[in-house]
């Protein structure tokens, strides 16, 4: 499973306003317009070395600045929130949560995408790939070569992202697909709070 990691990358949150000149670059300004993101998800993790597969299904809902909720119902339940200044996670199985402060240098990663506080064109070598059936395709290789991931493509079906691809430097291709896709609603501030069960055990500090 994509995890902690996938889910402190893409939803960490939404883009800052973009500069000028990114403004004029469709996929840019398609991500800006994102104020607040809430969809189902499905997602594969695919091992082409080891020819394995693992899907995963849940929910995500996302707020700028920082702010999100991404369950994960199956096969594994999991949950990850920041409240815009400490991660949670809770592994169900485990009955225990690790918590820490949330970084606010996510560096070349999916998050910046949906989170950026910094210059996508400075972290990213940006490239539109043309359309896929309906979907419009673009490619963010990080600049530096020492983040997670070795490249990342968004999916667009007009002005919605429906799509990430994400190849991670360990060989593993991660797939995750939006649906019941909700942009720019309001969404309560419960969520970006994790209630802790009672007997579960808490690890970290935030």
Same mark, same amino acid.
């Given at each position: &499973?994509?995890?902690?990691?996938?889910?402190?990358?893409?939803?960490?949150?939404?883009?800052?306003? #973009?500069?000028? !000149?990114?403004? +004029? &670059?469709?996929?840019?300004?398609?991500?800006?317009?994102?104020?607040?993101?809430? #969809?189902?998800?499905?997602?594969?993790? @695919?091992?082409?070395?080891?020819?394995?597969?693992?899907?995963?299904?849940?929910?995500?809902?996302? *707020?700028?600045?920082?702010?999100?909720?991404?369950?994960?119902?199956?096969?594994?339940? *999991?949950?990850?929130? @920041?409240?815009?200044?400490?991660?949670?996670?809770?592994?169900?199985?485990?009955?225990?949560?690790?918590? /820490?402060? =949330?970084?606010?240098?996510?560096?070349?990663?999916?998050? &910046?995408?949906?989170?950026?506080?910094? $210059?996508? $064109?400075?972290?990213?070598?940006?490239?539109?790939?043309?359309?896929?059936?309906? =979907?419009?395709?673009? +490619?963010?290789?990080?600049?530096?070569?020492?983040?997670?991931?070795?490249?990342?493509?968004?999916?667009?079906?007009?002005?919605?992202?429906?799509?990430?691809?994400?190849?991670?430097? =360990?060989?593993?291709?991660?797939?995750?697909?939006?649906?019941?896709?909700?942009?720019?609603?309001?969404? $309560?501030? +419960?969520?970006?709070?994790?209630?802790?069960? $009672?007997?579960?055990?808490?690890? !970290? /500090?935030?």
């Amino acid at each position: &499973m994509v995890g902690i990691a996938f889910g402190v990358w893409l939803c960490c949150l939404l883009p800052a306003l #973009a500069q000028a !000149g990114e403004a +004029r &670059m469709p996929v840019l300004a398609r991500l800006d317009r994102i104020k607040t993101f809430a #969809a189902h998800f499905s997602e594969t993790v @695919s091992d082409p070395a080891l020819k394995t597969h693992r899907h995963h299904q849940g929910r995500v809902w996302i *707020e700028r600045p920082n702010r999100f909720r991404w369950v994960y119902k199956t096969p594994n339940a *999991e949950t990850i929130v @920041s409240n815009g200044h400490s991660l949670w996670v809770y592994d169900v199985a485990l009955e225990q949560v690790t918590v /820490h402060p =949330l970084s606010h240098d996510l560096g070349s990663t999916p998050a &910046m995408l949906l989170a950026g506080r910094r $210059s996508l $064109s400075h972290l990213f070598v940006i490239h539109k790939l043309g359309m896929t059936g309906r =979907l419009a395709w673009y +490619r963010f290789t990080p600049r530096s070569p020492h983040g997670t991931f070795r490249r990342i493509e968004v999916g667009f079906q007009g002005r919605t992202l429906r799509v990430m691809r994400l190849w991670d430097r =360990l060989g593993e291709e991660t797939e995750i697909r939006f649906s019941h896709i909700r942009v720019n609603a309001p969404i $309560s501030s +419960r969520l970006f709070r994790l209630q802790i069960p $009672s007997g579960v055990a808490v690890i !970290g /500090h935030p």
